[in-house]
């Protein structure tokens, strides 16, 4: 098969995960990095960041951005901890609402850049600082949940023989990605949202639904992050500064999976190599006991670069191809 | 009397200059005021000032005195959004000027002024990076600059070992806690670096060219100029305020803390800057406005929480202030609510 | 003969009294416009025609304000692109209007993909694409990305997209204008073919050969007005040039030829360029510019005149040629380049590539001399002032004063701003692409002696216009281009508005037949 301009970068993650993975299953050899347990563990340490990346996928491949998956998170879990807490609601209503919330909150957004023309970046900017807030009015602080539905929901695994093991969290995430595998590939919704990130004014003049395409993309972000907020309440409490600055990791995580900023190139699956790549660097890291964890933000910073400089390249080549 | 319409018209134009500057001075001053005048009735002692030991004390003093840092990005970030550009890097930025400070009192026997240079100059060498990825490499600029959103606060983090260290320097100290002209120095930098920046803008010709880029890249290009030049000194401009800024906070705790130093003052300085009327498009920029952008921000700040009320208000004020000034500057949505007074008068 | 049908059948469409308004411009003002079942049907006009604004109407871009479109008999109203191919009617761009990293099969069925059970069917999707290129007689790999296909291609398969719905009318907006000459050979074929299969073709060119070749009937708009709609047969080239661009014929060869001007072939060469070729905007383009005339570059849109112009301004690089300078040898790599070569360049594009809309009269009349100055050595607030007012006085530009934002002003006036901007950068060569675009007639007649008494300072300038009336009045030498190559140069009383339609035309004599 012939290798085209549009799959460099998604060849590259999988050659960037495969090296780092080798590179660290020989360094740490001696501490069994190479084991199923310590794979597995990727999924369920990274669910959070992995559920609001797909969101995030979707997106950035719409070409918009999202700034504030990190902020929904802590709205959605000090919601939960809250609403149980203080008003005593049922862990699956306060559940239910809170991804109805984040869903219409998304949404919402989406509605100001549909109608309003005004540039995403500022008006997520806007949601991540409404929603940091709104969290931090319902509570100050972290506050814990105890209620035995939750707490059997955290405690849940399941065998997969060999002792391993996976948890809640990491089957919602791995849900949640086949759920995207079907939206994107199998959808009019998702191959619109291509269309519109390829190029928006074919896709209007090709009589794509561009408007509702828009908001839909931004309620689903606001969906998935509204799911990750519940998948940090697993771990039985809810906390008005969670997830702080995560947006930047989902942002890195998509990129590094070889989705191009402009929108219109990328797969679902490369935002999962994105954040197994991202597993892969702080757990070598923790393993190497003496390097510090910002060698972790340094190496997310180098490996950003990287892929911003080809995804220019592969766009000046293409320009160049379709020149000539 | 050709002498006299030509002073005439040369009057007129001035005054048409100045009331565009003012046009967009006005509205954060309007602002500004409002908060000011709730303060004057409901919080007891906001304007009180009180002169101790060659100092003057007072909210309003602190007022100015706090928003030093996002004052000083937002000169910087005027500059780059001017151009049509954003810079997402200085938050992280700051926390390296913090870091190369602290490394340089504890670990070298420089002198102050030496510190401060070295440090500002390697925090141009960060704001020219950006530059490069945005002008040369033609990267988008939220894109290019994220990667040292991203790396910058490692990078500071690695210069510090991944500690917060505090220092002693008497004369480092002064920088962002001292008192000049019985006021906080950091008003000083302020005020200095206002000063340099609208004699750069308004006394060559940069201002100019910095305008005719973010209005219209091309046309600016076919006339002459050179557009990345331009663009990659404005990014520069911005990691030389962004240094600054962050010796005024290390300086003032004492401390470089590569983690929280800076931290969403990047936000901040952005909306200070389209606060003060200065489009995110690019094109006319207004310093000053930015400023009152930036002493607003503040002053909302301080007042909440001088009542009590959680500081995390803010965040939502800020929100609302954000989609206020931008559906007000979106012609859609001019263009929208003009239809709908229509259709019901 | 495909030409007969017509009259036994009613129109397939049928537009009455078609009127669209922007802010300040009556883009059309009652066009009617018929098209028949089995007719590839041209439809031509210079800039500012009407042509683009017509196609959005019909394809529910912009909505008219007034009159009636008819499609088989029962009333139309697109309100949108989507609209408008749900009726029948769909549309190929200029710029091919598909998603260049998807899939060639994605590209056709995009938006009406056939689905079971909640999943796209991609094995469909392939064969649908597969048999609407096959009718095309394109045959290529339906997976592969798009973008790898040439532009030709691109074309072909935007129209299988086109006709993927059941459309009875195709438009095609200038599709030939990046194709090579066997491209459009083969899009011509496949033209006729869909032609005999029934479908009505409207075919937007400003090539005229191409017009011939492939047309039955041709409708001419100009100025937002109908001027008539002929069977291709019966209509003369030179008399379709004549009334697009608003010129009687018999009107044209009463007038006397070119004035008597100096023969100006003594006087030094300033530029000499060569050979220049650059794919997709010039073929073969030689040029000489003298000091101290005006050159006259006429020919139809799209034949190639800005597209000279950019490559001497430094913006473009041409593929092959040489541009020689005084004499020697020069690449041209940016426009900062060739204005410090002392070049200028007023572009046709007044409003992406000429004004900054929101600095004042004065900042934009300043600025390519302060871009030579430098940053540093800025010119003094009086300084510029009075240069705003030197040139807002000898061009009479009306602006209530020199510190309004120049998008405050109306188009002639910020054209003349602009104009202004170059003279104050005193250049030894001007390239004008349209100086006179939307001015009115007493300014383009001042704007006319102003290029004659600079020539007389010794400045050259290169003159471009689709008003031939001035090129002819104004240029000391005229090189004709067609179809993206220079095809004749007149010189002193050699020029006339005749010699030139003749040479647009490519016929030799000036007559008609």
Redesign the interface.
Known sequence: MRITAKQIPIIATLAVCLLLYGTAAIAFHDRGFFSVGVFVNFFIDNAMLGIASIGMTFVILSGGIDLSVGSVIGLTSIFIASAMDRYKLPPIVAIFVALLGGTVFGGGMGAVIRYFGLPPFLVTLAGMFFARGAGFLLHLESVPIDHPFYNALSEFHLALGGGIELTASALIFLATFIIAIYLAQYTRFGRNVYALGGNEQSAVLMGLPTGSVKMRVYALSGFCSALAGVVYTLGLSGNPSAAVGLELDAIAAVVIGGTLLTGGVGYVAGTLLGVLILGIIQTAITFQGSLSSWWTKIAIGVLLLIFILLQRFVQTRKLRTTAS | MKAAS?NA??R??KA??HSEAWHHLKWPLIALAVVLLFNFFFTPLFFHLEMKDGRIYGSLIDILNRAAPVMLLSLGMTIVIATGG?DLSVGAVMAIAGSIAALLITKSSYSFLSIVILTVCACAVAGTWNGV?VAY????P???T?????????????LT??QIITFENPSFAFFGGGTFLALPFPITIVAVTFAILSTLVN????G??I??VG??E?????????TRLVKLAAYTLGGICAGLAGLIVASDIKAAD?NNAGLYLE?DS?LAV?VGGTA?TG??FFLLSSLAGALLIQTITTTILTRAI?V?????????V??IV??LQ????RK?ALQLVRRKS | MPQTVPSIEPPLLTLRGIEKSFPGVKALAGVDFTLNRREIHALMGENGAGKSTLIKVLTGVYRRDSGTMQLGGSEIDPRSPQDAQQAGISTVYQEVNLIPHLSVAENISLGRQPKRLGFLRWGEIAQRAEKAIARLDLKLDVRKPLSSCSIAVQQLIAIARALDTDARVLILDEPTSSLDTREVEQLFVLMRKLRDQGLGIVFVTHFLDQVYAVSDRITILRNGQRVGDYAAVDLSRIELISKMIGKDLSEVERESGGKAKPLSTAREILVQATGLKRKGAVENVDLTIRKGEVVGLAGLLGSGRTETARILFGIDKPDAGKIEIDGHKRELRSARQAIALGFGFSSEDRKTEGIIPNLSVRENIILVLQGQRGWLRLLSRKEQEELAAKYIAMLNIATSDAEKPIRFLSGGNQQKALLARWLASKPRLLILDEPTRGIDVGAKFEIQKLMRSLTNEGMSILFISSELEEVVRSSDRVVILRDRARIAELVGEEISQAAILSSIAGTNESSPE
């Open positions: 030509d018209l040369q007129e134009s048409r200059r954003v990825l490499a033609q990267v988008q939220i894109v290019a994220l990667i040292l959103m991203v790396a910058g606060r490692g990078i500071a983090q690695l070992n991944g006394r060559t010709a940069a100019l060219f305008e005719a209005d219209n091309k046309a600016s290009n076919y006339s002459g100029i050179n590569a936000l952005i389209v995110l094109g006319r959680p995390e208000f803010t965040l939502i004020v800020k929100a609302v954000i989609i931008c559906l979106s012609e859609e949505f929208k």
